[in-house]
């Protein structure tokens, strides 16, 4: 096995695409809500298009720190990319939970 590329274990690669999958579905949802919210054809909190913007600026910067640290800790790539990820999939579950709530009228 070349020790510079490591292979990735097929486990690890159904982990890291379906961690992904799951954030590509929840990101398609949160961007429906949001053109819906746009649109005026839901509610939307009157700060939602800067919080767009700003969550996008941190989930960036936590992602790299997150793969930055699991590189110096000698963890596999596979794991790095999982780091990577986490971040913006935390983001995606919790603004597709929250644009997706009822609202109270």
Do not use: C, D, W
């Amino acid at each position: 096995m070349n020790q510079i590329l490591p292979m990735i274990l097929p486990a690890a690669q159904m982990r890291l695409v379906t961690q992904y999958t799951r954030m590509a579905i929840e990101a398609q949802m949160v961007i429906g809500l949001r053109m819906a919210g746009m649109m005026g054809l839901m509610t939307q909190a009157p700060g939602e298009p800067f919080l767009m913007v700003a969550e996008k600026q941190a989930a960036a910067s936590e992602s790299m720190f997150a793969m930055a640290r699991a590189s110096m800790r000698g963890h596999s790539p596979e794991r790095m990319l999982a780091a990577g990820l986490r971040p913006y999939g935390k983001r995606t579950r919790a603004n597709s939970r929250r644009l997706g709530a009822p609202k109270p009228r």
